[in-house]
């Protein structure tokens, strides 16, 4: 029986809180480990899983069952030279995190091993000492601290209301973009309001400047998380901590903004 594990036993499922999303596994470590030159080839592989997402209550596994057995770490499946494959991964790591769906994440990822994982040996802590492992650390890091504090990115992930894409078509420049949401929490937000992120992700290692994407409101959205900041180990390309969208629709959004995308990287914009 594959489908129902997570409905409940009244209703003739299984109970289960959660499912593996194996397909959703199987098809980003797929994408992510093409050339990019080739993944305008294979853009579905980003985009398919959000047509079955809500079927059951996922979690998306990255786990040890990836990283064992000759299939080799996260980092060694990455493509490119050793700055790409670093970015390549901050990369995966924040679809991950941003996409619905609970996250499993084996330990030691955020070490960006270049070894798979061996049950007979220590985890590599050295690696902490070298600037691109250790600003992998410091991403998975913030990232856990934003994720935690940011409810769009939680609140709704098994509501349809908590996702929504801006744009999954642009398979030329392999970008996707799309629009997290929860509602507001009276105790913290203004009069309730609904809390909104905007993730844009350029899955190719070519910066896109002026790069038009629409906004759900107009006004100032912070920058929250950039996959490429220095303190990271990319190139810090970015659009200097904000933006302002104008009341000019776009995607089928009222409002829109030309952002600067960092190579191979991921930005997150919370509404100001």
């Known amino acids: 029986m594959s489908a129902g594990v997570t409905a409940p036993t009244h209703l003739g499922g299984l109970g289960f809180t959660f499912k593996w999303d194996m397909g959703w596994m199987h098809d980003t470590l797929a994408y992510m480990s093409d050339d990019p030159v080739h993944r305008r080839y294979h853009h579905d592989r980003l985009t398919f899983g959000m047509l079955y997402a809500y079927s059951e209550k996922f979690i998306l596994p990255l786990s040890h069952d990836e990283v064992v057995h000759g299939k080799r770490s996260l980092l060694a499946k990455m493509p490119g030279d050793r700055w790409q494959r670093f970015a390549n991964l901050r990369l995966l ?19 960006a ?34 994720y935690d504090a940011e409810p769009a990115l939680w609140q709704a992930d098994h509501d349809v209301a908590g996702f929504h894409w801006i744009d999954c078509h642009d398979a030329e420049h392999s970008v996707i973009a799309y629009l997290r949401r929860a509602p507001g929490d009276p ?19 070519v910066p896109r400047h002026g790069y038009r994407i629409g906004f759900p409101a107009a006004g100032r959205w912070h920058e929250r998380l950039n996959s490429d900041a ?13 933006i302002v969208a104008e009341p000019v629709g776009h995607h089928g959004q009222p409002a829109s903004a030309a952002l600067t995308l960092p190579p191979l990287g991921a930005l997150v914009l919370e509404r100001g």
């Open 230 to 242: 220095a303190v990271y180990g990319g190139s810090n390309l970015g659009n200097a901590g904000e």
């Open 187 to 205: 105790g913290r937000d203004a009069g309730g309001s609904e809390r909104m992120v905007v993730c844009v992700l350029n899955f190719t290692p």
């Open 93 to 111: 790591l924040a679809y991950l995190y941003t996409r619905p769906g609970k996250k499993l994440l084996f330990m030691g990822t955020e070490l």
């Open 113 to 146: 091993p270049e070894r798979e994982w061996d049950h007979d040996r220590s985890l590599d802590w050295h690696l902490t000492a070298d600037p691109a492992h250790g600003g992998v650390r410091r991403f998975v890091a913030d990232l856990g601290t934003f």
